[in-house]
């Protein structure tokens, strides 16, 4: 490329890359208490095994709905029962809402429950325990709790929505899994989202986040636009390569044509396991993700103009 059209070009292209990343300084988004939602995260554990049926199961509920209530538009439960293997359970999604009139829709979600059976446990005379699920299943929920301080501090432009599904886990087949997820999905009523993410065992020390398959072939713009936002707020856990297909709660809502893509870490050697426990866990991974949250809420998710090329001014060839 050389002369003058080709200076104007550089110079249009210039002016735009500027005003891009002048608008993005400006949403630039508040600030994530990684402390505070590991603090969470144990919270969670202390209750006990969060398996339905259960006091600590109660217990749970009412703990996050007092948490969300001060902080939300609209907190409900919604209540569901589901009959397996000729048990019925009642199980309770939690639904909280920010700035309902918002211009543009995110849902973000995560499951509250934990799993019955350690069935992956290595001694195979505790696999029939309850496990803490410190990882899987708290890990993501805090992330969420500290979302929604944040976005009580700092309302978002776009209507949110947070979703805690019930009965993820339960098992320990995947017909009595996605249990939360599926109603939810089931049951929904009005506009889709424009986006969506799921946080699943994403508080692992060792934290490395790949794309998740279905979501990328599925939902690939929510997935440019979630690894974008890690980029530019330098959460390194996030990394631009392929990972394998997972069974989880997005995909119920994909299939009632919702954009939802699953952040999940599935390598983490304690899954499903008693030894899934808070210290398996840090502050700095949680921090990651829900910087990360944060910073592509603060863009506008998909929609976002700092995810189209800077490039091609009309008229410039
Ligand atoms: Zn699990």
């Known amino acids: 490329m050389t002369g003058r059209r080709g200076l104007t070009i550089v110079l249009l292209t210039l002016t735009f890359a500027l005003s891009a990343h002048l608008a993005a300084a400006a949403r630039a988004p508040q600030a994530f208490d990684a402390p505070r939602a590991y603090r969470d995260l144990e919270k969670q554990c202390a209750f006990g095994p969060r398996v339905p049926g259960t006091a600590a199961h109660r217990k749970t509920a009412d703990w996050l709905v007092s ?5 939300a538009a609209t907190v409900t439960r919604q209540h569901f029962t589901v009959t397996v293997r000729e048990k019925r359970l009642a199980l309770t999604n ?3 809402t920010f700035n309902p009139k918002g211009k543009g829709h995110a849902l973000f ?3 509250w429950d934990s799993r019955p059976t350690a069935d992956q446990d290595p001694d195979p005379a505790l696999r029939f325990r309850p496990i803490a699920g410190a990882n ?4 993501g929920v805090a992330v969420l709790l500290e979302i929604a301080r944040a976005l009580k501090a700092h309302p978002p432009a776009q209507k ?3 979703v805690l599904f019930d009965g993820e886990d339960y098992g320990p087949g995947i017909d009595a899994m996605f249990l939360g997820s599926r109603y939810f999905a089931e049951n929904y009523r009005g506009a889709p989202p424009d986006w969506a993410v799921l946080l699943d065992m ?4 060792d934290l490395r986040i790949p794309q998740e398959a279905n979501s990328r072939s599925r939902a690939p713009k929510v997935v ?3 690894w974008h936002a890690a980029a530019q707020v330098g959460a390194a856990a996030f990394v631009p390569e392929v990972g394998d297909p997972i069974m989880d709660d997005h995909l119920q809502l994909l299939n009632r044509g919702i954009q939802c893509i699953d952040v999940i870490d599935f390598t983490y050697p304690y899954w499903h396991t008693l030894a899934d426990t808070a210290d398996k866990c840090s502050p700095a991974s949680l921090g990651q993700v829900g910087r990360t949250l944060l910073q592509a809420l603060a863009e506008g998710g998909p929609g976002s103009p700092a995810l189209k090329p800077v490039c091609c001014p009309p008229g410039a060839r």
């Open 224 to 226: 440019s636009a979630v």
């Open 136 to 139: 899987d299943g708290a890990s």
């Open 67 to 71: 948490q969300l209530k001060p902080l």
């Open 160 to 162: 949110v929505t947070l």
């Open 109 to 111: 979600c995560a499951h």
């Open 94 to 96: 939690i639904i909280a």
């Open 202 to 205: 994403v508080g692992d020390k």
